[in-house]
């Protein structure tokens, strides 16, 4: 049995706008489903443990798919997502690979975690995959490689783009750009259009765009656990 470590944000304030963020559902459920479908032992966590925020503008109409709409209806999973564990008490030995969904809340709050990054650097030193969508890469930034360089150095990257954080309207809100910031760190950084599903595997690297992304990175790390 697989058993796959899923880090959700604790992050729940969009900047100072007063509107609410956190974690997007697609993000979360798309990939939830697919591996679990595969047989996949899922375990949740989060930098504060409990329930972790729902970006609101995900469950809006227009942001519903098939997995979302599973998820509304899936009343097992939504308890188990009110009880995360928290990041500080787990353990990176007990699981095959770690996958982060995004929305905006990682930005703030799992991208400088001590916790997610000393978890991202153990997984990687024991040669596990680390999968990361949309903002989510975003956790990559502050993690280091064996040699002590940023984890994303050299690495073939992608994540959410400049063009679609000015689409979403919070290119002033967010903490900082995170194209430019997986630049910054000597990722190399490529895209496709906006809202195209587009995931980049390097090695054991896996990361996706944006939310049409999130399916396909899972898919691509079942390969991974498979191999």
Known sequence: MMNVLMVLTSHSELGNTGKKTGFWI???????????????????????GGQPPIDPKSAEPDAQTEATRRFNDDKDLQALLAQTKKLSEVNAD?????????????????????????LIETFWKSKKPVAAVCHAPAVL??????????LVKGKHVTGFTNT?????????????????????????????????SYVVKDGLLITGQNPASSEEAAHQLLQLLKK
């Open 26 to 48: 697609e993000e979360f459920a798309a990939p939830y489903y697919t591996l679990k479908d595969a047989g996949v032992n899922i375990t949740l966590a989060s930098p504060k």
């Open 94 to 118: 007990d699981f095959d690979a770690v996958f982060f969904p995004g929305g905006h809340g990682p930005l703030w709050d799992l991208t400088t975690d001590a916790n997610s990054i000393r």
């Open 141 to 150: 930034l502050n993690a280091k490689d064996e040699n002590g360089d940023p």
């Open 164 to 196: 679609e954080e000015e689409a979403v309207q919070l290119t002033e809100v967010v903490p900082f750009l995170l194209e430019d910031e997986l630049k910054n760190k000597g990722g190399q950084y490529s895209k496709k259009e906006d809202w195209a």
